[in-house]
């Protein structure tokens, strides 16, 4: 429902420039900056409905009073359709449960940007990332019975009223949708990364080639049990691109003549070398896995 509304209220706006127009006048009414109700979703969803939350909290005390102002037939955005859309986002948006869970869907979505933000941060590593993992899914255990700071803020207050607007009275649906939704979360969340931590910390080790042996003979098996755990962790993952095979390829691709050639490399036109070796490497593993 929620994300019904916030679509909702963006293209109530988008689509007309008259209900812009009045948004502003409403926004210097209310002496608040000016912010145009953005669209949730898109590749980048977390951003996008933080971005949304922000602004609409922020514009709350704006929008709500457009819309009940264009209630009124003698109003210039006065008209019969807008009006009866209005008038319905105008209920859930003066709806106790729908104003708590907006707060803290906003918890929520911050706890999650900024594990978002790390997973895409060139220099991060994976005990970093682990443990933020970690720390996100007991956040998000503690907001199971504690609020988080935007939601704190009005129920530690008069929590029938918001921005000065009085909501209507609560339910239990609140209580539901919080349960329902961080369960949901952290559930995935241990699905997905914790309970395969173990595994992935213990065989990571192979991913480094600094640890690789610099000589073939003798360690035939180097490296083949930390590359198939590695491959099982991450099976569902890697099946769609068969990047199963290639990695259980790894140590096959160590048996390419001129391997022993990148052992100790330490100048410019090693590396060069080591560059080429391993598109060697590449073009092998892609004739086995045809």
């Not at 931590?197 to 360690?219: H, M």
């Not at 790894?250 to 391997?259: E, I, M, Q, S």
Request: charged share 20%; proline share 2%.
């Amino acid at each position: 429902m929620v994300d019904l509304l916030l679509l909702g209220i963006y293209l109530f706006f988008e689509k007309s420039s008259l209900n812009r127009s009045m948004l502003k006048r409403a926004h210097d009414i209310c002496q608040v900056p000016f912010l145009v109700p953005t669209r949730v979703g898109g590749t980048r969803w977390l951003q996008h409905m933080l971005q949304v939350l922000e602004h609409l909290l922020k514009s709350y005390k704006a929008i709500v009073l457009h819309m009940q102002q264009i209630q009124n037939p003698d109003d210039p955005a006065y008209h019969k359709d807008s009006s009866r859309k209005a008038k319905n986002y105008l209920l859930l948006l003066t709806s106790a449960d729908i104003a708590q869970y907006l707060h803290l869907l906003l918890d929520v979505v911050r706890c999650l940007g900024g594990l978002s933000g790390l997973f895409q941060h060139g220099q991060t590593n994976i005990f970093v990332i682990v443990n933020e993992i970690q720390t996100a899914v007991d956040v998000l255990n503690k907001y199971l019975t504690w609020p988080g700071p935007s939601l704190r803020r009005i129920m530690e207050g008069d929590t029938t009223m918001l921005q000065g607007e009085k909501l209507s009275c609560r339910s239990n649906t609140f209580k539901t949708a919080r349960c329902d939704m961080l369960t949901s979360l952290i559930s995935c969340l241990n699905k997905r990364f914790i309970d395969k931590v173990s595994t992935i910390l213990q065989n990571a080790w192979i991913l480094n080639f600094k640890l690789w042996s610099a000589e073939y003979s003798g360690n035939e098996d180097f490296g083949d049990s930390a590359v198939q755990a590695l491959a099982q962790a991450l099976e569902k993952t890697l099946m769609g691109a068969e990047l199963v095979r290639l990695m259980l390829n790894v140590v096959l691709a160590r048996r390419v003549d001129g391997y022993t050639h990148t052992a100790g490399c330490s100048t410019v036109e090693d590396l060069d070398d080591n560059t080429e070796l391993n598109e060697e490497h590449i073009q092998e593993m892609l004739v086995q896995m045809q």
